[in-house]
T-cell receptor, first 114, second 115 residues
């Protein structure tokens, strides 16, 4: 069975602080995909990254970086020098190859104050 | 055009009403999804259409009826809803058919309140 755990329900930081959002997943498959989506107050989920299980390279995109570790089944997301516009709910998600269903974690609400 | 457009943005309906939610995309995507999201919860999958055919129904009550008239349009027909059906309804599309594990493009949702 697939499962995604985001243990941090809510995180509050002050602007310019770095923040890491944790994601731990469970799957029996050796081939799978991991995702992060951002949901700002406007409601739509915005895609941030997709990583397949064979690619353990960490990725950096501007202030965003992702650390994928298969050994600990984790796919953590770090925002460097956070900004107020980063305030949103962030969802980690998992899908197994060929499966149509995306399994979401419960989300982490990030509040960045000025 | 890289948008998924949902209308209406807000909807209030009584339990005896019939209404429809609409979702459009003009990106040539071949899979379209309906999700339901309650407050402070993750989205829950309801239906998946792939190449205009229903491929997943996640045991959704029959008071929700999806329709995919063409590859750009997805409707969700609502009838005799219950107050517990109040939620944000999100539409999403995917470039390839369902099961390709590609990213989803989401609309901004319809906030539904059932009185």
């Amino acid at each position: 069975a697939q499962k995604v755990t985001q243990a941090q329900t809510e995180i509050s930081v002050v602007e310019k602080e770095d923040v890491t959002l944790d994601c731990v997943y469970e799957t029996r498959d050796t081939t799978y995909y991991l995702f992060w989506y951002k949901q700002p107050p406007s409601g739509e989920l915005v895609f941030l990254i997709r990583r397949n299980s064979f690619d353990e390279q960490n990725e950096i995109s501007g202030r965003y970086s992702w650390n994928f570790q298969k050994s600990t089944s984790s796919f953590n997301f770090t925002i460097t020098a956070s900004q107020v516009v980063d305030s949103a709910v962030y969802f980690c998600a998992l899908s197994e190859v060929g499966f149509q269903k995306l399994v979401f974690g419960t989300g982490t609400r990030l509040l960045v104050s000025p | 055009d890289t948008e998924v457009t949902q209308t209406p943005k807000h909807l209030v309906m009584g339990m005896t009403n019939k209404k429809s939610l609409k979702c459009e995309q003009h990106m040539g995507h071949r899979a379209m999804y309906w999700y339901k999201q309650k407050a402070k919860k993750p989205p829950e999958l309801m239906f998946v259409y792939s190449y205009e055919k229903l491929s997943i129904n996640e045991s959704v009550p029959s008071r929700f009826s999806p329709e995919c008239p063409n590859s750009s349009l997805l409707n969700l027909h609502l009838h005799a809803l219950q107050p517990e059906d109040s939620a944000l309804y999100l539409c999403a599309s995917q470039r390839g058919g369902a099961g390709t594990n590609e990213k989803l493009f989401f609309g901004s949702g319809t906030q539904l309140s059932v009185l």
